[in-house]
């Protein structure tokens, strides 16, 4: 097995008394998509927001690229990170939200360039050709100059792709990103997440999309009760789960 | 049959019927009462010779008055500036992490919240008497210069001192709202995208939580420019205080306050309309379009009429 792109290893996570991620291990490696399903409150949204640090972890480590996330290994240490450099690290890192979360004051343009002309230095034609560019991968060139509210929800959710992208990031994390639309738009954010997993971008993905995990997915996990109690490729998982609880739930989503 | 009855051609095309407004009679009563009551009001203005209207004339724009004028503007405008500086500061100790700042900030809220404005301005006149001299250098340590309070903190500096934190205490509490009042997920968003902590601030959450604090911050500035009649006590040369002086002078009372309300008034319509326009400006992205603003309504009203006469002349009539 090559190294991977992401590592996740044994991963605990609270809130208080209620314990959310209970020793999960996970590893992607370079160009797989990796979906995750389960019942909800087993902890994948959680377990999805560890990796960019978004949450903190208690015990365990994520790796992404080889590099520790939200810490840095001295030794038998990982110190803390502070808060810019954790922030670095999220550049490589692409993250597509439930509810979008563009940003209503922005044009389309500007919500895929600002990410790219916050960091470091780079010049503005430059990050405005790329994002023109990656607004016509999502089919949106036409859409340039609205802004988001003008939008319906799928064109809203393909601008958010774009802008995750625009950082030009090692994986993208998608946490549930066709929950909040109408059934009727599902398709097309499916389709756009559909090439970008054939372009050989890395992805990680929580959805309750059974097509989609069968049809585009390397590797199936499913989580309940903050573990990964199954994994592997689309048709052991989908077809012959080994885990009752697997198959419980799947009984319930097909 | 078992097709629904309306499924059936209608007996007649729909453009055949004119639509006949419904009568208001009600509307026409109250708009006279209302006219009526007015046109008395107007009346009792003009033609009761205690207002004093040729006087009101002639000192309007009295140079003493213009003057007077400038400075209450001059104030508004440094305490507003220096307020809501000092202001966003506090809002934005009072959102971070650390305890020590949340603390300093809600105290000097609630100090300056709770002490009346002329008391606070009474302290910063007096406050040569509290401390003769300032000195700037180590704290607790040794002074490298020191200067007389009396030089430091003249009576207009004490009043712009007093105006602005006692503003400030208000305006921490509009901005601290308005960035409450934007949605969680768009600092997460920034986060995730690693955007960094500065342009998160003013670049993600500022410009949404403006359309938050301009109302509330327009309330403010219009208020402080008749707030800044409180000063009259310092015997400081703005509006209210120098038509109290002329008016002891001349003894027309009356008149001279209807000067400073008129004044107060303008100023006040001014900033009004200058409110609407950076509401607009902060609103962009809010509707799928903004609505017009008067002077487009206007201008719209003026190109229609022509053609709305020739379509009137030609077709006559029809529903209206």
Same mark, same amino acid.
């Given at each position: 097995?090559?190294?991977?792109?992401?590592?996740?290893?044994?991963?605990?996570?609270?809130?208080?008394?209620?314990?959310?991620?209970?020793?999960?291990?996970?590893?992607? @490696?370079?160009?797989?998509?990796?979906?995750?399903?389960?019942?909800?409150?087993?902890?994948?949204?959680?377990?999805?927001?560890?990796?960019?640090?978004?949450?903190?972890?208690?015990?365990?480590?994520?790796?992404?690229?080889?590099?520790?996330?939200?810490?840095?290994?001295?030794?038998?240490?990982?110190?803390?990170?502070?808060? @810019?450099?954790?922030?670095?690290?999220?550049?490589?890192?692409?993250?597509?939200?439930?509810?979008?979360?563009?940003?209503?004051?922005?044009?389309?343009?500007?919500?895929?360039?600002?990410?790219?002309?916050?960091?470091?230095?780079?010049?503005?034609?430059?990050?405005?050709?790329?994002?023109?560019?990656?607004?016509?991968?999502?089919?949106?060139?036409?859409?340039?100059?609205?802004?988001?509210?003008?939008?319906?929800?799928?064109?809203?959710?393909?601008?958010?792709?774009?802008?995750?992208?625009?950082?030009?990031?090692?994986?993208?994390?998608?946490?549930?990103?066709?929950?909040?639309?109408?059934?009727?738009?599902?398709?097309?954010?499916?389709?756009?997440?559909?090439?970008?997993?054939?372009?050989?971008?890395?992805?990680?993905?929580?959805?309750?999309?059974?097509?989609?995990?069968?049809?585009?997915?390397?590797?199936?996990?499913?989580?309940?009760?903050?573990?990964?109690?199954?994994?592997?490729?689309?048709?052991?998982?989908?077809?012959?789960?080994?885990?009752?609880?697997?198959?419980?739930?799947?009984?319930?989503?097909? | 049959?078992?097709?629904?009855?309306?499924?059936?051609?209608?007996?007649?095309?729909?453009?055949?019927?004119?639509?006949?407004?419904?009568?208001?009679?009600?509307?026409?009563?109250?708009?006279?009462?209302?006219?009526?009551?007015?046109?008395?009001?107007?009346?009792?203005?003009?033609?009761?010779?205690?207002?004093?209207?040729?006087?009101?004339?002639?000192?309007?724009?009295?140079?003493?008055?213009?003057?007077?004028?400038?400075?209450?503007?001059?104030?508004?405008?440094?305490?507003?500036?220096?307020?809501?500086?000092?202001?966003?500061?506090?809002?934005?100790?009072?959102?971070?992490?650390?305890?020590?700042?949340?603390?300093?900030?809600?105290?000097?809220?609630?100090?300056?919240?709770?002490?009346?404005?002329?008391?606070?301005?009474?302290?910063?006149?007096?406050?040569?008497?509290?401390?003769?001299?300032?000195?700037?250098?180590?704290?607790?340590?040794?002074?490298?210069?020191?200067?007389?309070?009396?030089?430091?903190?003249?009576?207009?500096?004490?009043?712009?001192?007093?105006?602005?934190?006692?503003?400030?205490?208000?305006?921490?509490?509009?901005?601290?709202?308005?960035?409450?009042?934007?949605?969680?997920?768009?600092?997460?968003?920034?986060?995730?995208?690693?955007?960094?902590?500065?342009?998160?601030?003013?670049?993600?959450?500022?410009?949404?939580?403006?359309?938050?604090?301009?109302?509330?911050?327009?309330?403010?500035?219009?208020?402080?420019?008749?707030?800044?009649?409180?000063?009259?006590?310092?015997?400081?040369?703005?509006?209210?205080?120098?038509?109290?002086?002329?008016?002891?002078?001349?003894? @027309?009372?009356?008149?001279?306050?209807?000067?400073?309300?008129?004044?107060?008034?303008?100023?006040?319509?001014?900033?009004?309309?200058?409110?609407?326009?950076?509401? @607009?400006?902060?609103?962009?992205?809010?509707?799928?379009?903004?609505?017009?603003?008067?002077?487009?309504?206007?201008?719209?009203?003026?190109?229609?009429?022509?053609?709305?006469?020739?379509?009137?002349?030609?077709?006559?009539?029809?529903?209206?």
């Amino acid at each position: 097995m090559s190294t991977p792109m992401v590592d996740v290893r044994g991963v605990h996570k609270s809130y208080g008394p209620l314990k959310v991620l209970r020793g999960v291990d996970l590893q992607v @490696r370079p160009g797989e998509v990796t979906v995750i399903i389960g019942p909800s409150g087993s902890g994948k949204s959680t377990l999805l927001r560890t990796i960019n640090h978004l949450e903190k972890i208690d015990r365990g480590y994520v790796t992404v690229d080889g590099e520790f996330i939200g810490y840095r290994r001295s030794g038998d240490r990982l110190y803390e990170l502070r808060e @810019r450099d954790i922030l670095r690290q999220r550049a490589k890192i692409g993250f597509v939200f439930q509810n979008f979360n563009l940003f209503p004051h922005l044009t389309v343009r500007q919500n895929v360039t600002e990410a790219p002309l916050s960091g470091r230095r780079r010049p503005r034609d430059q990050v405005e050709a790329l994002a023109d560019e990656l607004l016509e991968q999502v089919g949106l060139s036409d859409k340039a100059d609205a802004y988001p509210r003008q939008l319906s929800g799928g064109q809203q959710q393909r601008v958010a792709i774009a802008r995750a992208l625009a950082l030009r990031p090692k994986v993208v994390l998608f946490d549930e990103p066709t929950s909040a639309l109408d059934p009727e738009l599902v398709g097309e954010v499916l389709e756009v997440m559909k090439n970008l997993a054939r372009s050989g971008t890395t992805m990680i993905v929580v959805t309750h999309e059974i097509g989609f995990a069968r049809e585009v997915a390397d590797t199936v996990a499913f989580m309940d009760a903050g573990r990964i109690i199954e994994h592997g490729p689309p048709p052991q998982v989908l077809d012959s789960p080994r885990h009752e609880r697997t198959r419980a739930f799947l009984a319930k989503v097909l | 049959m078992t097709a629904p009855a309306a499924i059936e051609a209608p007996a007649e095309p729909a453009g055949a019927l004119t639509v006949v407004k419904a009568r208001r009679p009600g509307r026409w009563i109250a708009g006279a009462v209302v006219l009526v009551l007015l046109a008395m009001a107007v009346n009792a203005l003009i033609t009761n010779p205690a207002w004093d209207w040729p006087v009101v004339g002639a000192y309007l724009f009295h140079p003493s008055v213009v003057h007077a004028v400038l400075f209450t503007v001059e104030l508004t405008a440094l305490g507003i500036a220096l307020g809501f500086l000092l202001g966003t500061v506090l809002a934005l100790m009072r959102l971070s992490r650390v305890p020590l700042l949340v603390s300093v900030a809600w105290g000097y809220v609630w100090l300056f919240r709770s002490v009346p404005l002329i008391l606070q301005l009474l302290f910063w006149y007096n406050l040569a008497a509290l401390y003769k001299h300032i000195s700037f250098g180590v704290p607790f340590g040794p002074a490298f210069f020191s200067v007389e309070s009396m030089d430091l903190i003249g009576p207009v500096t004490a009043a712009v001192l007093g105006l602005a934190l006692h503003q400030a205490a208000y305006a921490a509490e509009i901005v601290r709202g308005g960035f409450l009042s934007v949605d969680p997920g768009q600092m997460e968003a920034a986060a995730a995208l690693g955007i960094p902590r500065a342009r998160q601030i003013f670049r993600i959450q500022l410009p949404q939580a403006m359309r938050t604090i301009v109302p509330a911050a327009g309330n403010e500035i219009i208020g402080l420019v008749k707030g800044t009649s409180v000063v009259y006590i310092m015997a400081l040369p703005e509006l209210f205080y120098q038509v109290q002086v002329i008016y002891n002078r001349n003894g @027309r009372v009356i008149a001279m306050l209807l000067v400073a309300a008129i004044w107060y008034l303008l100023l006040t319509t001014a900033l009004s309309v200058a409110q609407y326009y950076v509401e @607009r400006r902060f609103g962009r992205g809010q509707a799928s379009a903004l609505p017009p603003t008067p002077v487009q309504r206007v201008r719209r009203v003026l190109a229609v009429r022509p053609a709305a006469r020739r379509r009137a002349a030609a077709g006559g009539g029809g529903a209206r």
